[in-house]
T-cell receptor, first 117, second 112 residues
Framework: DAGVIQSPRHEVTEMGQEVTLRCKPISGHNSLFWYRQTMMRGLELLIYFNNNVPIDDSGMPEDRFSAKMPNASFSTLKIQPSEPRDSAVYFC???????????????FGSGTRLTVV | SQQGEEDPQALSIQEGENATMNCSYKTSINNLQWYRQNSGRGLVHLILIRSNEREKHSGRLRVTLDTSKKSSSLLITASRAADTASYFCATKGSSNTGKLIFGQGTTLQVKP
């Protein structure tokens, strides 16, 4: 397996523009997580899905953020409109929850570095 | 709010020495995990210890868990320059809901 694949790796956009981040989880994993990492706030869980259903979106900062998981192999995180304070590295991770495989922990993608100017 | 808090925030040692990082948390957990992050990369899972376990080993890694003190430690023995990275502890709540909360991390520098 190629691991968790995120795209793009880097995104520079102007304030007010829409940004879409993409994630392909590991085949067979049933849970997907979006995290945001900044120096000030560390790693924050934004939202997670189980079997493609959003379970907890309490970490989504505001209505400008939305996430979807239309099928087991794809998820998007959208920011509209983007603001400079959204600049961060966004990570997607997947895991197989509820089985003995949970001992393998989460598998993270390489992240998307977002810069909003 | 963050569940785990690592101590120290930064650690610098010589190659061959042991490195110990500590993690404290606030609420009951199902398990605690340690991850490594190299600069500019994603996190890599190192080891998971369940709430009913006290110690786990994996190669040069040793993890302990003290649920009475709500703390864990990660020991890296015979460190190498390649161990230079940030190390994070993460906790999953006792309800085992799948939500993993990360601490702020310890930055480890191993000098050759």
């Amino acid at each position: 397996d190629a691991g968790v694949i995120q795209s793009p790796r880097h995104e520079v956009t102007e304030m007010g523009q829409e940004v879409t981040l993409r994630c392909k989880p590991i085949s067979g994993h049933n849970s997907l997580f979006w995290y945001r990492q900044t120096m000030m706030r560390g790693l924050e869980l934004l939202i997670y899905f189980n079997n493609n259903v959003p379970i907890d979106d309490s970490g989504m900062p505001e209505d400008r953020f939305s996430a979807k998981m239309p099928n087991a192999s794809f998820s998007t995180l959208k920011i509209q409109p983007s603001e400079p304070r959204d600049s961060a590295v966004y990570f997607c991770a997947s895991s197989l929850e509820g089985t003995s495989k949970v001992r393998d922990g989460y598998t993270f993608g390489s992240g998307t570095r977002l810069t909003v100017v | 709010s963050q569940q785990g808090e690592e101590d120290p925030q930064a650690l610098s040692i010589q190659e061959g020495e042991n490195a110990t990082m500590n993690c404290s948390y606030k609420t009951s957990i199902n398990n605690l995990q340690w991850y490594r992050q190299n600069s500019g990369r994603g996190l890599v899972h190192l080891i998971l210890i369940r709430s009913n376990e006290r110690e786990k080993h994996s190669g040069r890694l040793r993890v302990t868990l003290d649920t009475s003190k709500k703390s864990s430690s990660l020991l890296i023995t015979a460190s190498r320059a390649a161990d230079t990275a940030s190390y994070f502890c993460a906790t999953k709540g006792s309800s085992n809901t799948g939500k993993l909360i990360f601490g702020q991390g310890t930055t480890l520098q191993v000098k050759p």
